[in-house]
């Protein structure tokens, strides 16, 4: 049983050659046991980044290859690649790891990877392949920090406000200005457990509309000194000239810490704020710093990830190599359990001593077989295993039964 | 033999302190080391305070360094509570290394030694003792917290763009939990300081140096704790104030043992 992986993805084709063979949860089912037909496997994993046919079977690739073809033309079969066996299980490894994600370690790829085994149709060899890669992904991650630092500026924002507050649970965040960004930053916080107070921006309706979709108070932007008093973090995005926040406007925290994120350009909080006690002001360029040099920690604990996921490959390698001697086991097995029965047929035994014989050839042939067994299954991950084969087929005459 | 068991609690708080340095710098497998170091080192030093306290005649920690001994053993208790879990990694860099800096200076004051001789038999004076000891260790882990905050606080500030590559506790966290320490210490030196004033007043004797900078250390404890939860003081402001009430502590633990313990 060789495995193969046809496959495409952001590493060489470009999001409009991607886009042709993306698949949705019905149409990856469909094609799998399409696919899969005649006793074979197959899983589709298809995300924004990738679409990737795992196929077992001996005439297998050509089949997928031809499935990529169909779906996205010439072109899409031009930038595919091709894995077999080893190579195609560590790529499944490092994918599930997150190791071949745009952002090293990313978590939405492992729950993509479990969706499409769901979803596909496994046998015994993609069954194992994809448990084990499920199981490499998550050992990366719980052995490695790969996936602990943010990977965005909005995410960053929000773990920045987590080092001054730790639960953001009822922390009360005011947004200035009604764009996408500061909303998308503002959400992260959210997700957090912050919630939201006000939106103060210098449109009344635009405001107000933010406002009401988030569950806020708008307020108009003269109020943002009032509305300080009360918050907790305060998120800036607007595209007004000046700054729209200096030291005095910020008054009366007694102590309690404001954290500030401006992400405006030109800037709308004058940054002297972060020189008060307890005001810790961010603008974007700060944000963007921490999230490349967390990055480059990703990157770090990376090549951690890519040890880890190695030896589960090469765990998974040994398993699919002592499957090669699995035939030659049974029948070596099959053929002494044969002798066995037909010596003692001949033999005239009351019942209590055929059974009393029975017990004791059966121990004695187990005995026998079983270091010739443990050492065809260490040969086979020593990737000796066809000489073994052979020379235990040709010692015993198993020939025949190949 | 028994005081043997020394050397390999050193060895893993000397193992654990540079354990949490090496986790500073890249942050993951250290930090596990370490965290074992602590609790290695911690279980040798008890066995080595168990096999002191079969062998002594009286309160085995009675001299200076015996005192220290177990006030290292103390503050790694105090320590372990929490200081184990993974955002307190770096707490663990302020303590580890001061406390197998202090745990030498006890054994050079032969203070882990067996079989010591006390004239501190009496529970007056051991509540005495255990209670200021318990005390300054609590301070000293609200120190190394103050310690901690000051740092954080002033990478938030800087904008120090690799903050978030090591796990640490956040600014309110450490801030609150300073406070809780020391508003739980206080009343533990108050009670020792209670303690040591009634045998003073049975056996007679003076106000000493080192008794005069305690009562200072439990002004300035005390001022921190009026300021802080009358005056609402907090942050940058009262882990200046922990650290300069903990440079008392450190005057009574290491300046002035021989006027009061002679």
């Given at each position: 049983?060789?495995?193969?992986?046809?496959?495409i993805?952001?590493?060489?084709?470009?999001?409009?050659?991607r886009?042709?063979?993306?698949?949705?949860?019905?149409?990856?089912?469909?094609?799998?046991?399409?696919l899969?037909?005649?006793?074979?496997?197959?899983v589709?994993?298809?995300?924004?980044?990738?679409?990737?046919?795992?196929?077992?079977?001996?005439?297998?690739?050509?089949?997928?290859?031809?499935?990529?073809?169909?779906?996205?033309?010439?072109?899409?079969?031009?930038?595919?690649?091709?894995?077999?066996?080893q190579?195609?299980?560590?790529?499944?490894?490092?994918v599930?790891?997150?190791?071949?994600?745009?952002?090293?370690?990313?978590?939405?790829?492992?729950?993509?990877v479990?969706?499409?085994?769901?979803?596909?149709?496994?046998?015994?060899?993609?069954?194992?392949?994809?448990?084990?890669?499920?199981?490499?992904?998550?050992?990366?991650?719980?052995?490695?920090?790969?996936?602990e630092?943010?990977?965005?500026?909005?995410?960053?924002?929000a773990?920045?406000a987590?080092?001054?507050?730790?639960?953001?649970?009822?922390?009360?965040?005011?947004?200035?200005?009604?764009?996408k960004?500061?909303?998308?930053?503002?959400?992260?916080?959210?997700?957090?457990?912050?919630?939201?107070?006000?939106?103060?921006?210098?449109?009344?309706?635009?405001?107000?509309?933010?406002?009401s979709?988030?569950g806020?108070?708008?307020?108009?932007?003269?109020?943002?000194?009032?509305?300080?008093?009360?918050?907790?973090?305060?998120?800036?995005?607007?595209?007004?000239?000046?700054?729209?926040?200096?030291?005095?406007?910020?008054?009366?925290?007694?102590?309690?810490?404001?954290?500030?994120?401006?992400?405006?350009?030109?800037?709308?909080?004058?940054?002297?704020?972060?020189?008060?006690?307890?005001?810790?002001?961010y603008?974007?360029?700060?944000?963007?710093?921490?999230?490349e040099?967390?990055?480059?920690?990703?990157?770090?604990?990376?090549?951690?990830?890519?040890?880890?996921?190695?030896?589960?490959?090469?765990?998974f390698?040994?398993?699919?190599?002592?499957?090669?001697?699995v035939?030659?086991i049974?029948?070596?097995?099959?053929?002494?359990?044969?002798?066995?029965?037909?010596?003692?047929?001949?033999?005239?035994?009351?019942?209590?001593?055929?059974a009393?014989?029975?017990s004791?050839?059966?121990?004695?042939?187990?005995?026998?077989?079983?270091?010739?067994?443990?050492?065809?299954?260490?040969?086979a991950?020593?990737?000796?295993?066809?000489?073994?084969?052979?020379?235990?087929r040709?010692?015993?005459?198993?020939?025949?039964?190949? | 033999?028994?005081?043997?068991?020394?050397w390999p609690?050193?060895?893993?708080y000397?193992?654990?302190?540079?354990?949490?340095f090496?986790?500073?710098r890249?942050?993951?497998?250290?930090?596990r080391?370490a965290?074992w170091?602590?609790?290695?080192?911690?279980?040798?030093?008890?066995?080595?305070?168990?096999?002191?306290?079969?062998?002594?005649?009286?309160?085995?920690?009675s001299?200076?360094a015996?005192?220290?001994?177990?006030?290292?053993?103390?503050?790694?208790?105090?320590?372990?509570?929490?200081?184990?879990?993974?955002r307190?990694?770096?707490?663990?860099l302020?303590?580890?290394?001061?406390?197998?800096?202090?745990?030498?200076?006890a054994?050079?004051?032969?203070?882990?030694?067996?079989g010591t001789?006390?004239?501190?038999?009496?529970?007056?004076?051991?509540?005495?003792?255990?209670?200021?000891?318990?005390?300054?260790?609590?301070?000293?882990?609200?120190?190394?917290?103050?310690?901690?905050?000051?740092?954080?606080?002033?990478?938030?500030?800087?904008?120090?763009?690799?903050?978030?590559?090591?796990?640490?506790?956040?600014?309110e966290?450490?801030?609150?939990?300073?406070?809780?320490?020391?508003?739980?210490?206080?009343?533990?030196?108050?009670?020792?300081?209670?303690?040591?004033?009634?045998?003073?007043?049975?056996?007679?004797?003076g106000?000493?140096?080192?008794?005069?900078?305690?009562l200072a250390?439990w002004?300035?404890?005390?001022?921190?704790?009026?300021?802080?939860?009358?005056?609402?003081?907090?942050?940058?402001?009262?882990?200046?104030?922990?650290?300069a009430?903990?440079?008392?502590?450190?005057?009574?633990?290491?300046?002035?043992?021989?006027?009061?313990?002679?």
């Open positions: 049983m060789r495995l193969f992986l046809v496959g993805s952001h590493r060489h084709a470009p999001v409009e050659v886009e042709r063979v993306v698949l949705d949860a019905k149409q990856s089912t469909a094609l799998a046991r399409e899969a037909e005649g006793g074979g496997e197959c589709c994993l298809s995300t924004c980044n990738r679409t990737e046919l795992y196929i077992v079977g001996d005439d297998a690739e050509g089949r997928a290859l031809e499935a990529l073809r169909s779906l996205g033309g010439e072109e899409v079969a031009a930038l595919s690649y091709r894995l077999a066996d190579a195609a299980a560590l790529h499944l490894f490092r599930a790891a997150g190791l071949d994600s745009l952002v090293p370690g990313e978590g939405e790829i492992l729950g993509q479990r969706a499409a085994y769901e979803a596909g149709a496994p046998g015994s060899l993609l069954n194992r392949l994809f448990h084990d890669a499920l199981h490499a992904g998550k050992k990366a991650r719980a052995q490695t920090t790969i996936a630092s943010p990977a965005s500026v909005s995410s960053a924002g773990a920045l987590q080092q001054v507050f730790g639960d953001l649970s009822g922390r009360r965040v005011l947004i200035v200005g009604a764009g960004v500061g909303e998308l930053v503002a959400r992260g916080l959210a997700a957090r457990g912050a919630e939201f107070v006000a939106v103060a921006n210098r449109t009344d309706e635009r405001g107000r509309e933010l406002a979709r988030i806020a108070t708008a307020v108009p932007i003269e109020r943002l000194a009032d509305e300080l008093v009360s918050a907790d973090v305060a998120v800036a995005c607007t595209s007004a000239p000046g700054f729209l926040i200096g030291p005095d406007d910020v008054r009366e925290r007694k102590g309690r810490p404001l954290f500030l994120i401006d992400l405006a350009v030109p800037r709308d909080i004058d940054p002297a704020v972060n020189e008060i006690d307890g005001c810790y002001l603008d974007i360029d700060d944000l963007e710093a921490v999230v040099a967390t990055l480059s920690g990703r990157r770090r604990e990376a090549e951690r990830a890519e040890a880890i996921v190695a030896g589960e490959a090469e765990r390698r040994a398993w699919q190599a002592s499957l090669e001697v035939p030659t049974a029948s070596l097995r099959a053929r002494a359990e044969a002798i066995r029965s037909a010596e003692l047929s001949k033999a005239k035994l009351s019942d209590r001593e055929r009393a014989v029975e004791i050839t059966s121990q004695i042939v187990n005995k026998l077989l079983h270091l010739p067994t443990v050492r065809m299954k260490e040969a991950a020593a990737s000796d295993a066809v000489l073994y084969a052979d020379a235990v040709h010692l015993f005459g198993l020939e025949d039964e190949r | 033999m028994a005081e043997l068991l020394f609690a050193l060895l893993a000397g193992e654990a302190a540079f354990a949490y090496r986790e500073a890249a942050p993951g497998r250290p930090g080391l965290t170091g602590v609790r290695i080192g911690w279980l040798a030093q008890t066995a080595l305070l168990i096999a002191q306290a079969s062998r002594a005649n009286g309160f085995p920690w001299t200076w015996g005192s220290l001994n177990l006030f290292v053993w103390l503050v790694v208790t105090t320590y372990l509570i929490w200081g184990c879990r993974a307190y990694r770096l707490l663990g302020v303590v580890t290394p001061l406390v197998a800096a202090l745990f030498v200076v054994r050079l004051g032969g203070g882990t030694q067996l001789r006390s004239h501190y038999s009496s529970v007056f004076l051991v509540l005495h003792v255990g209670l200021v000891l318990t005390a300054f260790a609590g301070f000293t882990l609200a120190a190394a917290l103050a310690a901690v905050y000051l740092f954080q606080e002033r990478r938030l500030k800087r904008h120090d763009a690799g903050i978030l590559r090591l796990p640490a506790p956040a600014l966290t450490l801030d609150g939990l300073g406070g809780r320490t020391i508003a739980i210490s206080l009343p533990a030196l108050t009670l020792g300081m209670i303690v040591g004033i009634v045998r003073l007043e049975e056996k007679g004797g106000l000493d140096a080192l008794m005069a900078v305690t250390t002004l300035a404890y005390g001022s921190y704790l009026a300021l802080r939860y009358a005056y609402g003081w907090q942050g940058r402001r009262t882990a200046y104030l922990a650290l009430a903990f440079a008392l502590v450190i005057v009574v633990r290491l300046a002035l043992p021989a006027t009061h313990f002679a």
